[in-house]
T-cell receptor, first 117, second 114 residues
């Protein structure tokens, strides 16, 4: 079954709106979660690493004031796209690693499709 | 600079065939190499992964072959089925600041005809 839950799965909103996406780890605590962006038929691009209780680490070229990340608890990280514009339309995916699990697998959520009109 | 090169971009095989997808990397600091399967509208799902101290790993119909000296690894899907039709991504992980950071390949769209 799913170990990482993402909500909503699809959101359509007007330009200028701020949109919040939630990523929850199910039945385990995730001190670190990751946010990705994926354009159609393209690969996943890491946007930021979300750390519980501290500031997120953003990848080069990602605007931290545009993409606000909050990791307020060990099971929830949120990504807020502020003042969204059509070019922000994309598929946003989060992932988390189960602590103590062998190797470095990352379990992904099912993604959120964001469409800005 | 593309650190992880995945090929081919797309692949079509008949049911029962053995599609092979390849990835090449440049950064010798990478030390974990998973393959993910992604269906449309879904997040990627971990298929199989390997570490550089092993040359081959098999799980069910999926096999990873790893060539450390060539900095290449590949995914083989035995007895492929139409349900295997999906996009496959390789990834390379390296440690950074106490966490593991992935770099993904561009993906391979696989179609398995009945």
């Amino acid at each position: 079954g799913a170990v990482v839950s993402q909500h909503p799965s699809w959101v359509i909103c007007k330009s200028g709106t701020s949109v919040k996406i939630e990523c929850r780890s199910l039945d385990f605590q995730a001190t670190t979660m990751f946010w990705y962006r994926q354009f159609p038929k393209q690969s996943l691009m890491l946007m930021a690493t979300s750390n519980e209780g501290s500031k997120a680490t953003y990848e080069q070229g990602v605007e931290k004031d545009k993409f606000l990340i909050n990791h307020a608890s060990l099971t929830l990280s949120t990504l807020t796209v502020t003042s969204a514009h059509p070019e922000d339309s994309s598929f946003y995916i989060c992932s988390a690693r189960i602590p103590g699990q062998g190797g470095q697998p990352q379990h992904f959520g099912d993604g959120t499709r964001l469409s800005i009109l | 600079q593309q650190q992880v090169k995945q090929s081919p971009q797309s692949l079509i095989v008949q049911k029962g065939g053995i599609p092979i997808i390849n990835c090449a990397y440049e950064n010798t600091a990478f030390d974990y190499f998973p393959w993910y399967q992604q269906f449309p509208g879904k997040g990627p799902a971990l298929l199989i992964a390997i570490r550089p101290d092993v040359s081959e790993k098999k799980e069910g119909r999926f096999t990873i072959s790893f060539n450390k000296s060539a900095k290449q690894f590949s995914l083989h899907i035995m007895d492929s089925q139409p349900g295997d039709s999906a996009t496959y991504f390789c990834a390379c992980f390296h440690a950074s600041g106490g966490s593991y950071i992935p770099t993904f390949g561009r993906g391979t769209s696989l179609i398995v005809h009945p």
